[in-house]
C-alpha cells in the first residue's frame, strides 16, 4: 500500500510539474516565432515604389518611336481617352522660338502632345532633320496632319498617332512640346517626369507646368501680343540638389 501511496504521489508531482512548465516554454518560444515572422514579411513585403529618374540612364539611343504606318497618310491608332484643351493654333513664329530654345538637331525626336494640325512636327522635320510625333484626339486634326506630312515628303520623319496623349509611350522623346490648359498641364507633369529620360527638354507654350522650374524664358510679341515659351530641362526642372 506505500508502494502505491510512493507511485501516485510521485506521478502526480510530475504531472503538475508538466502542466507547470509546458506553458512557460510555449511563452518562451513564441517571440521567436513572431520575430521569424517579422523576418519574413520585411524580406518579401515591398513597399510601393518611388520613381527617379535615376531608373532610366542618360543615352544618345532612346527607344524608337513609333513608325508610320504602310499608308503614312493615316494616323497611327493610338488609347483612347478626352479631350482636355481646344484646339488653337500656334503662330508659326512661336512655333519657331519653341524649336530654337530647345535646340533642334536632327538626332532629336520631337513629341508635340496635342498636335492639332501638326505644324509644330512637321517644322521640326523640315528644318531641322528631327523624327518628330504628333499626337493628337481628334480623327479630322490627326488625318490632316498626316496628310499634310505626305505632301511635303515629310512622312519618313513625322509619325501622327491618334491617341490619348497621357496613355501614349513618351520614353524615345528627347523634345517634347505642349500648348494645353494649365490643369492639363498640371495632370501631365507626373507622367513627364515618370516616363521622359534624363537631358529631355520640355517647351510649354504660354502655359507653364505647375511645380516646375524654367530653365530659360523666352517672350515673342507678334502684333500687340506677346506669347511666352517656357524651357524644362529633365530632370532639373523637378529635381532640386541635395542641400550640402
Avoid at 23 to 44: C, F, I
Avoid at 126 to 145: F, M, N, Q, T
Avoid at 162 to 174: M, N, W, Y
Amino acid at each position: 500500500m506505500s508502494i502505491f501511496r510512493l507511485f501516485t504521489g510521485a506521478f502526480l508531482v510530475s504531472l503538475v510539474l508538466f502542466v507547470a512548465l509546458v506553458p512557460y516554454q510555449l511563452v518562451r518560444a513564441r517571440p521567436a516565432r513572431n520575430a521569424n515572422a517579422v523576418s519574413y514579411l520585411q524580406r518579401n513585403q515591398k513597399g510601393k515604389r518611388v520613381y527617379t529618374n535615376d531608373d532610366l540612364p542618360p543615352s544618345d539611343s532612346p527607344p524608337e518611336p513609333p513608325a508610320a504606318g504602310d499608308d503614312a497618310s493615316e494616323p497611327i491608332a493610338g488609347p483612347s481617352g478626352e479631350r482636355v484643351a481646344p484646339f488653337v493654333t500656334t503662330p508659326m513664329e512661336v512655333v519657331d522660338k519653341m524649336l530654337e530654345v530647345a535646340g533642334g538637331t536632327p538626332k532629336d525626336v520631337v513629341y508635340d502632345l496635342g498636335s492639332g494640325d501638326g505644324r509644330i512636327v512637321l517644322r521640326a522635320a523640315e528644318k531641322y532633320g528631327a523624327r518628330a510625333v504628333g499626337v493628337e484626339l481628334d480623327h479630322g486634326l490627326a488625318v490632316e496632319s498626316a496628310e499634310r506630312a505626305k505632301e511635303l515628303k515629310l512622312d519618313k520623319l513625322v509619325t501622327i498617332i491618334e491617341g490619348d496623349l497621357f496613355k501614349t509611350d513618351l520614353q524615345p522623346a528627347t523634345v517634347v512640346t505642349v500648348y494645353l490648359l494649365l490643369q492639363a498641364n498640371d495632370r501631365l507633369r507626373p507622367v513627364l517626369e515618370k516616363e521622359l529620360r534624363p537631358g529631355t527638354r520640355v517647351v510649354a507654350h504660354d502655359i507653364r507646368i505647375p511645380g516646375w522650374e524654367t530653365a530659360r524664358e523666352e517672350a515673342v510679341t507678334i502684333g500687340t501680343g506677346t506669347h511666352y515659351v517656357y524651357l524644362y530641362e529633365i530632370p532639373g526642372a523637378f529635381r532640386k540638389p541635395a542641400p550640402r
